[in-house]
């Protein structure tokens, strides 16, 4: 019977009727969206934890090498000359140059947009030496971010992603200059210093040491990735 002339019982009844329809029907609809929310939640906060362990083991590293760097600055080298045919002299802090957290990020975005298709290690650091190589020569300015930014010179976009591997390659490379600003021999260079120039063909970069020059570095040196 309906409307009116149900009775309390019958009306009872519907209601409950529907309460189990609900929670036979509809209730496992929502516990398994519930669910699968649930488990997109633990998967995203799973990546957030794998980044963050990456962070750790990039500030570790870089805590080293600054203190590795440091302590170049306070032990200077002897017999290490500044200028070609000097007798003689010491390292001290000038002759070092420990990069900034942003230097360091303007390299990993340049290695991004000139070297993240290549696989060897090699290669990409070559970009990197590339730059500290004109640094060095002053060609572009005296800085990282003189350099690395100058108009046309790299692929320098601001707004490029920071892939964790690209900035610790970055500490890895600057790490190694300054050891060899400091007198150390067999430092891990993949690109000679007279290498100021390179030009990709889609698949790999070609250095050279003169602008549109023909004979390009051919990898002798032994590489320490």
């Not at 001290?92 to 696989?119: C, M, N, S």
């Not at 350099?147 to 976009?157: D, E, L, Q, R």
């Not at 050891?179 to 430092?187: H, M, N, R, Y």
Request: glycine share 8%.
């Amino acid at each position: 019977m309906r409307g009116k002339h149900q009775t309390k019982a019958e009306r009872f009844g519907q209601k409950v009727g529907k309460v189990l329809a609900w929670v036979v029907i509809v209730s496992p609809v929502f516990l398994l969206a519930a669910l699968l929310i649930l488990n997109s939640k633990v998967d995203k906060l799973g990546e957030q934890v794998y980044q963050l362990q990456g962070q750790m083991v990039y500030l570790e590293e870089r805590l080293e090498s600054l203190e590795r760097v440091e302590a170049m600055e306070e032990q200077p080298v002897e017999g290490v000359a500044r200028e070609p045919n000097a007798p003689g002299s010491t390292i001290t802090r000038e002759d070092l140059y420990p990069p900034t957290e942003e230097e360091l990020t303007i390299l990993a975005k340049i290695v991004y947009r000139e070297a993240r298709g290549i696989e060897d290690k090699a290669h990409q650091a070559a970009v990197i030496w590339c730059i500290l190589n004109r640094v060095d020569a002053g060609l572009g300015g005296d800085t990282i971010t003189e350099v690395a930014t100058y108009p046309n010179a790299f692929a320098w976009v601001p707004d490029t992603p920071v892939e964790q591997e690209f900035l610790m390659l970055a500490a890895d490379v600057c790490e190694r200059w300054n050891l060899e600003k400091a007198g150390q021999d067999d430092v891990g260079r993949v690109l000679p210093k007279g290498y100021l120039y390179f030009t990709g063909d889609g698949e790999l970069n070609h250095f050279t040491t003169e602008w549109k020059g023909t004979e390009t570095w051919d990898w002798s040196l032994k590489s320490p990735y």
